[in-house]
C-alpha cells in the first residue's frame, strides 16, 4: 500500500540559455530571447513528490516537517534569489535549462531520502511550461 | 486505447492529527498544531482517475454522471462537513492523515467501478499539501 | 499617486455556523450542513491589500517583511488550526460566518497600519465563496 | 535520464454529444444538456507532454519553439474556433467526446516527433473534467 | 459596515460574433476568427458580488442558498449548454460579445434582489479575457 | 453603462533591489534577498483593465486585438526577457520595485487610450504579492 505525498515549494532566480562555445548568433537562433545578455528571471514552482508505505503509527509516509526542511536545506538555501549561471556551480560549463535544473533538483534531495522512498520532481519554469523527473 | 477520465470533486471537514497512545507532548512534537484538541479543518479537493477503453458507441470510458453520482454517494454524502475523527468509524482508531483519508476514499469507490477500470485518487489537504493513491 | 500592495496568506480553522437561541431544526434550516455539530473547516486564503503613497527612497508602499509579520503576528498566531467557535473570544456570541471572521481580521490588521494606509481584506472560504471588507 | 517536457495550450471550440443512430429522447437521456441541438462550447486546455533524454549541447529535450510550432500547426489551427461536429472530418461519425479529441490530438502530434520520443496528452474540457491519453 | 459575498458558477455555451449588416469580410476583419459561420464555445465562469450590511442574527449578508437559487434560475438555467446567438432572444439582433452578456447577466440578478444590496458581475470568457459590470 | 474589459498578459524579467545611496548592509536590512547582486527573477503576470461605453456597433468597449497590440509594443517589447535594472533606462535612478514598475506600465499604456476610457494595471510579482495602480 504505497501512498504519494506531494508538497509545493518555490523560488525566484535568474538565469540565461547560453552555450558559450557558440557565437551570439546561433545562440539567438537556439534560445531566442533567453540568451539576451542581462539574464531574465522567473518563479520557479515545484512539486517534490515521494513515494512509500504509510507508517501505521503515524499514518504518515514521511513527516511534512521533515520534508519541508529538506526542501528549504536542499532547494530554497541553495536557488533562492540567486542567478542560477552565476552563483551555482553546476551551471557553470552547464546550461540552465528547466531540464537540467530538475535533474540538478532531483539529485540534491534524492540523496537525503531513505531507500525505499521513491521520488519525483515536477519543475514550472512558468505557468505554461514544466518539466518532470523521477530518476529513470 | 485506454483513456483516463479525471473528475474534480470537493467537501470541507474538521480533523485532528492524534495518536491517542500517546501523551500531548509526543503528539505536539510529531503532529504540531494539527494535534490542537478543537480541531481544525480544511477543504479537501479530489481528482478521481479512472481509466478504461472508449466505448465506441458513446465516446465515454465511464458516463460522467455515473461517475458525478458515485462520488456524491461515497464521498460527498460520507465526508462533507463532518468531523472525521469523530464521525466516520473508520477513523475510530486510525489518524486522519491525507494519507489514510486516499486509501478510504479509493477502497470506497474501487468497489462501484468494473474490474475492467482502473482507478487512482488523488486528495489536496492544502493548495501545497496532496497525496496520491492507485491501488499499488 | 497612491498604488495598492496585495499580499496572499492563508489559515486552516474548523468552525460551525449555529444560533444558540434557536433549536437545531431551525439551524439547519437556515445553516445547513454547516450547523452540524461536530463542526467542518476551511483552508481560509486571505488577500491583504493595503493602500499608500510610493517612498521615493525604497520604492515601497509597505516593506513586505512589516507587512507579513503583521500578518502572522495578528492572524496567523490568532487563527491557523484554531476552532474558530471554540478558541475564539470574538465568536462565543457571534457566529464564525465568513462575513463576521473578515471584520475581526480587518480590525485586527487596521491597528497596526498608519492612519494614511487603506485597508481591504479577501477571505475565501472556499475557491467558490468568499467576502471583502474595506472599513466602511 | 529521460525527462519529460509540458507545453500547455489552448483552442476554443464548440460542439455537441449526438449519436444520429439514436432518437433525441435516447440522445438526451445519455448525453444529458450536451445533446442540446444547437451546439455549446468550452475553453479546451491541453498539456503536451515529451518524454526524451537531454541534449547535451542544448540542455533541451526538446527545443520549445520546435514544440509551439508543432501545437500551432496540428491542433490550434484545425481546433481553434471551430465547431468541432461540423468542421472537422473525423467527427463526421464519430462523436466529438473528451475522449475521442484527446486521441485524435495524440495522433496528430505523434506523427511529427521523433521515434525516441513519447508523447501524452492532457485535454480539459472544463476545469473540473478532463482526460488523458498516452498512445498505450 | 457594509460586506461585499462573491460567489462564483460557471456555464458552458457556444457563440459567434457577427454584425449581420456587415458581409463576411468585414466582420473576419473586427471580430477574426470570432466571426466563423459554425460557432465556436467558451467555459464562461462568473463571480457575482453583492453588498450589504451583515444580518446580526445570522451574521450574513445573503444567505448564500438564496443566492445560489438566483443563480442558478436566472443564469444556469438560462445560459447553460445553449447557443447565445441561437437560443436567447436577446441576441437576436445584439452581438452576444463578453461586454453584452454581462450587462444581460448583471440586469437579470439585479431585479431578483433587495434595493438595499449592491450587484457586480465579472464574466471570464477565458482564464485571460473578462469582463466587469456594476450597473454604473 | 460602463464595462471593464480586463486582459491578462505576462513577461518574463530579471531585478534587483538596490539603493545605490546605500551600502551593501543597509540594502540587505531593507530589501533582504531581494538585494543580492547577481539579480534574481519573476515570471511577471499583469492584467490590463480599460473601462468605457459599449460601441452599440461591435459591442466592444475596446477591440481585444487593439489592446492585445498595444500591450504587446509597449509591455513585453520593452520589459519580456530583459533585466530591469540595466535595460531600461527608468531604473538607473529608480529602484525596480513592483510599485515603480506598475506605475511604469500604467503609464507607457495610458498614453495609447482615448482619454474617455479608465485605466488600471494589477501586476503580479509573485503568485502571493501583487500591486495596482489606476492613476490616482
Redesign the interface.
Known amino acids: 500500500?504505497?501512498?504519494?505525498?506531494?508538497?509545493?515549494?518555490?523560488f525566484?532566480?535568474?538565469?540565461r540559455?547560453y552555450?558559450s562555445a557558440w557565437d551570439d548568433e546561433k545562440n539567438f537562433k537556439?534560445f531566442?530571447?533567453?540568451s539576451?545578455p542581462?539574464?531574465?528571471?522567473?518563479?520557479y514552482e515545484m512539486i517534490v513528490s515521494v513515494t512509500g508505505e504509510?507508517d501505521p503509527?503515524?499514518?504518515?509516509?514521511i513527516?511534512?516537517?521533515v520534508l519541508k526542511r529538506i526542501i528549504y536545506e536542499e532547494i530554497e538555501v541553495y536557488f533562492?534569489?540567486?542567478?542560477l549561471n552565476?552563483?551555482l556551480i553546476e551551471f557553470k560549463d552547464?546550461?540552465?535549462?528547466?531540464?537540467?535544473i530538475?535533474?540538478l533538483i532531483w539529485n540534491r534531495i534524492r540523496y537525503r531520502l531513505d531507500d525505499h522512498i521513491d521520488l519525483k520532481i515536477t519543475l514550472y519554469e512558468?505557468?505554461?511550461?514544466?518539466?518532470?523527473?523521477d530518476g529513470?
Chains 1, 2, 3, 4, 5, 6 share one sequence.
Open positions: 500500500m504505497r501512498v504519494t505525498v506531494h508538497r509545493k515549494a518555490h525566484n532566480a535568474a538565469h540559455l552555450n537556439t531566442g530571447k533567453c539576451y542581462n539574464y531574465h528571471g522567473h518563479n504509510i503509527v503515524t499514518g504518515f509516509v513527516n511534512l516537517d533562492d534569489h540567486k542567478n552565476l552563483d552547464k546550461i540552465p535549462t528547466a531540464e537540467n530538475v535533474v512558468t505557468p505554461r511550461n514544466f518539466v518532470t523527473y529513470n
